[in-house]
């Protein structure tokens, strides 16, 4: 390994090199990426070398205090590279103001917290559904999708029970408290949606707002590495 550019470690290779290879992998798409923000990323570029032609790689990390760009005359070694820098960033991710994992806006690495899928819209139809469901202690919660790959995030109502915490939006029970309304002892006296008064709508749209505020929290729980499962 040859440091081309390196902010810690000064150059290995003469100045018109590094500018040379510079050059080169500023101006060419990477063959791998991994961006978070404006300003970091890790990329990983393929080239010919200024002056021999032989085949070489290199990783270009870039954050906001410096910026290593290592050479690579191994493809293995510098794909090695590449993911190791990317696990090692994505450990120092952390959480945002709202407690929820900063991800990475693009990755090709298995296992980082890459972007989300669309999360689903949650509107008063889906309290409605909710407060209807006639499961034992119904929740609404977010599960992946059944089509094979997983990648799709869908909203689903059904009993906390068999629903890990972690993907929950929003309990039944949450519902009635903030109608102010509760089920009467026998199953025919089960609350149901019919019975909010239409000068209450609003409170549907409120407790909507709160289930989408815990809409990213719940994703982050179905896409977390395996080792990381809060189940």
């Known amino acids: 390994m040859l440091n081309i550019v390196s902010t810690n470690a000064g150059s290995d290779v003469p100045e018109e090199y590094a500018e040379q290879v510079t ?31 032989a085949d070489r790689w290199a ?54 917290p890459g972007p989300l899928p669309d999360l689903p819209g949650i509107g008063s139809g889906d309290v409605n559904g909710l407060i209807d469901a006639p499961s034992e202690d119904p929740v609404m919660y977010l599960e992946r999708s059944e089509d094979g790959t997983g990648d799709e995030l869908a909203l689903a109502v059904g009993p906390a029970a068999y629903v890990s915490h972690h993907q929950v939006v929003l309990t039944r029970a949450e519902a009635l408290e903030h109608l102010g309304e509760s089920d009467g002892d026998i199953p025919q006296e089960r609350f149901r949606s019919s019975g909010i008064d239409p000068e209450d709508a609003f409170l549907l749209e409120s407790l909507a707002d709160t289930a989408k505020e815990r809409r990213t929290q719940a994703a982050d729980s179905l896409f977390l590495p395996a080792a990381a499962d809060p189940r």
């Open 59 to 112: 990783v270009d990390y870039h954050d906001d205090a410096s910026r290593e760009l290592e050479e690579y005359d191994s493809e293995a070694e510098a794909e090695s590279r590449y993911e190791e820098m990317v696990r090692d960033s994505a450990a120092l991710l952390g959480e945002d103001r709202d407690g929820n994992l900063v991800r990475f806006d693009v990755t090709d690495v298995d296992g980082v």
């Open 23 to 53: 050059a080169l992998v500023e101006g060419a798409r990477a063959d791998r990426t991994t961006e978070q923000g404006q300003t970091f990323y890790i990329r990983l570029h393929s080239y010919n070398a200024p002056g021999t032609g």
